[in-house]
């Protein structure tokens, strides 16, 4: 039963939901840079060099065996590299994203702990101290 409770406990405090929004937010931001790299980055980048398609990019290691009637019976055996470059090409993006996003973050904190800290109260007079001591001696000599 113990175990239970803290189960409990932890997924009320909250570290669970965090974790489900950043799993939840991560997933949709991953989708919109899958976007950005495939549809955005890499047409002008196969233009440049000379209208290629990375995902198209394979080293065939053996053949596909058709039959007599040009069905597949035994697919191609391939080596994707090209998969593998458009995947790379993702998680460096994805990962200068994140760090584009963790610098802005700590940068907004820096400014927030550098707000100047109220100003302390005035100091009183010498005036005001007399003032004070003589009101705390009274106060002392009343309670006697």
């Not at 239970?4 to 669970?16: D, H, L, Q, R, T």
């Not at 090409?89 to 963790?102: E, P, R, S």
């Not at 907004?108 to 007399?130: D, F, G, H, I, M």
């Amino acid at each position: 039963m113990k175990f239970i409770e803290e189960f409990k406990s932890f997924a009320v405090k909250g570290n669970m939901i965090d974790m489900a929004v950043g799993i939840i937010i991560g997933g949709a931001f991953g989708k919109i840079v899958t976007s950005l790299v495939n549809d955005v980055i890499m047409p002008p980048l196969g233009v440049l060099i000379g209208g290629i398609n990375f995902t198209s990019f394979k080293i065939v290691i053996r053949q596909a065996v058709t039959d007599a009637a040009g069905i597949i019976t035994t697919p191609a055996v391939t080596l994707n590299y090209g998969q593998f470059i458009q995947n790379f090409l993702d998680f460096t993006i994805i990962a200068f994203a994140v760090f584009l996003m963790i610098k802005a973050m700590n940068r907004l904190r820096t400014k927030q702990e550098q707000v100047p800290a109220p100003p302390a109260p005035p100091k009183q007079s010498a005036e005001e101290k007399l003032l004070t001591e003589i009101r705390d001696i009274l106060r002392t000599k009343q309670q006697d």
